[in-house]
């Protein structure tokens, strides 16, 4: 008895929602990058799903470059977030308006 593809995708909205929520509502940079991990995790939901629906395996092996980009983004992002916290004590990103060489 499989789960139909519906329910994916109702979860994968509301994850996805979660995660636009958490960038417009807040000015944290960690919580930004947290955001970006749902909304991409939301997108990987849809891409498994239908993979499974249409029964290949199409949207699994992109699922994984999103894994990929995934990692790659949090790499970046942290550093980012580093010299934030070295430069302005602290994660706020409003404060990053005046950041300049």
């Known amino acids: 008895m499989a789960i139909a593809t519906q329910y994916y995708l109702l979860l994968s909205?509301?994850?996805f929602c979660i995660g636009?929520?958490?960038?417009?509502?807040?000015?944290n940079a960690l919580i930004f990058l947290m955001s970006v991990e749902l909304m991409l995790n939301?997108?990987?939901?849809?891409?498994?799903?239908?993979?499974f629906h249409y029964g290949n395996l199409t949207g699994q092996v992109f699922s994984l470059f999103v894994m990929a980009l995934a990692a790659a983004?949090?790499?970046?992002?942290?550093?980012?977030i580093l010299v934030l916290y070295r430069n302005f004590e602290g994660v706020d990103v409003t404060k990053a308006a005046t950041m300049r060489w």
């Open 20 to 27: 636009v929520y958490g960038i417009l509502t807040r000015s």
């Open 13 to 15: 909205a509301a994850v």
């Open 73 to 80: 983004e949090v790499a970046v992002g942290i550093g980012i």
């Open 42 to 51: 939301a997108a990987n939901i849809n891409l498994v799903a239908f993979s």
